[in-house]
């Protein structure tokens, strides 16, 4: 059974003159008339510009972000969350749906995320509220078993958006034309084979990844490929770099190297793996353009970034 419970909102145009080169009263009163009526079109043109803007992206979700924002604990929207039996499911372990209270918004992107090798669903939870709140739906999962491989892991992943998009209790939340996945460790994996399985996905995170596959030059979905400079599980070297060195140069695509990290660092709270994390889910899922200045021009080594690679300006 699925358990509900909240946890925590024409410019005017000039007068012609007549054909002597001089106006004439009448002249001077239609223009006048003219004149006055464009200038209160323009005005309300004006004030209609934020309702244009959102209909060009029907899809945008929340405020216009800044630094502070996307890097907060808690983005603008309320969350409620429903836990999933493994026992109404098939083709995954069950797991936590987070998603944003308020209905006036319509529907939202959503994305699935995979733990790791030998992990359970708690070691990424603390992501289902932190990107639900800045407007998406969260699927947080258990896997089959524990020691799942990456292939296996990719297949639940798609098992899990087609149960979120199609049976689950907020199936009528989600744009299921806009769909995203995300993994840990092998679930990161697991999110490359997702995204290789299903072009249509629009974005894939892989967090400190492993697979032994180390070449996609398949993919389509535009890959936020995140490692760990102290990762000695899944390298750098031998995992994210080749990940990411090996996705098609056309492809929109970014490599995020976490300094000071292990291949853990995505089992607890963090702020950069967050902050990068919702601009890539918002510029893809959502097609926010507003998110892109905080991944172009790409960001420059930091106290928590060794390194970041990207293809700049994004072009989907």
Avoid at 16 to 43: D, W
Avoid at 233 to 260: C, I, N
Avoid at 267 to 275: L, R
Wanted: aromatic share 8%; with cysteine.
């Amino acid at each position: 059974m699925q358990q509900h419970r909240p946890s925590g909102t024409i410019p005017p145009r000039p007068s012609r003159p007549s054909r002597s080169g001089t106006f004439t009263g009448r002249s001077r009163t239609l223009t006048g008339l003219v004149t006055a009526a464009a200038a209160t079109a323009g005005l309300l043109l004006t004030g209609l510009a934020p309702g244009a803007q959102a209909a060009d992206n029907p899809y945008e979700r929340g405020p216009a972000p800044t630094n502070t924002s996307i890097e907060a604990s808690r983005g603008s929207y309320a969350v409620s969350q429903t836990s999933v039996s493994s026992l109404v499911v098939s083709g995954f372990g069950g797991g936590t749906i987070y998603y944003p209270t308020s209905t006036a918004d319509g529907t939202f992107g959503a994305v699935v995320i995979s733990p790791g090798f030998t992990a359970y669903e708690s070691s990424i939870a603390w992501l289902g509220p932190r990107l639900a709140s800045q407007g998406f739906v969260v699927f947080t999962i258990d896997t089959n078993t524990t020691l799942d491989q990456p292939d296996s892991r990719g297949r639940q992943l798609l098992a899990a958006l087609d149960y979120l998009t199609e049976r689950s209790s907020v199936r009528a939340r989600v744009d299921s034309g806009r769909l995203g996945v995300m993994g840990h460790s092998m679930g990161g994996g697991g999110s490359l084979e997702a995204a290789k399985s299903r072009p249509s996905l629009k974005a894939a995170i892989p967090l400190t990844g492993w697979n032994t596959d180390k070449t996609w030059p398949e993919l389509r979905t535009p890959t936020l490929v995140v490692g760990a400079d102290g990762d000695t599980v899944a390298p750098v070297a031998t995992h994210s770099e080749p990940f990411y060195e090996s996705l098609p140069g056309s492809l929109d695509k970014a490599y995020l190297e976490l300094r000071g990290a292990s291949h853990f660092t995505p089992n607890t709270s963090n702020t950069t793996i967050a902050k990068y994390s919702i601009s890539w889910l918002k510029r893809f899922i959502d097609n926010d353009s507003r998110y892109e200045q905080f991944l172009c021009p790409l960001p420059r080594p930091s106290l928590t970034i060794a390194e970041y690679r990207g293809n700049c300006p994004h072009t989907a």
